[in-house]
């Protein structure tokens, strides 16, 4: 069975810089389509980014165009979300998702929190 462990979130100032982690096992890794979403309170859950399995596409939301960086590693199994220049805005649960091929997301993780403060 596929899961997904995020990590690396935590409380940082505005205008830092934070890298999550996504883990993923119990499958090929490079089947699937990665993608982060965030949610927070009081709001809906909005996507950040994802990348196809070659890396080659990647998507992003349009509030964090231009600071937030998606990568991933075939070889660890991982894929990051780095974030840089952070907005208090930015504060939420933070969750990584896998869609096989071009599919819907049917994976998720548990999520990790960010909080930015002032």
């Known amino acids: 069975q596929v899961q997904l462990v995020e990590s690396g979130g935590g409380l940082v100032q505005a205008g830092g810089s934070l890298r999550l982690s996504c883990v993923f096992s119990?499958?090929?890794?490079?089947?699937?389509?990665i993608g982060w979403f965030r949610r927070a309170p009081g709001k809906e859950r909005e996507f950040v980014g994802g990348?196809?399995?070659?890396?080659?596409?990647?998507y992003y939301g349009d509030s964090v165009k231009g600071r937030f960086t998606i990568s991933r590693d075939n070889d660890k199994n991982t894929a990051y979300l780095q974030m840089s220049r952070l907005q208090l805005e930015d504060t939420a649960a933070y969750y990584c998702a896998a869609a096989p091929g071009a599919g819907q997301y049917l994976y998720w993780g548990q999520g990790t929190q960010v909080t930015v403060s002032p």
């Open positions: 119990g499958d090929t890794f490079t089947t699937y389509f």
């Open positions: 990348m196809d399995w070659s890396g080659d596409k990647t």
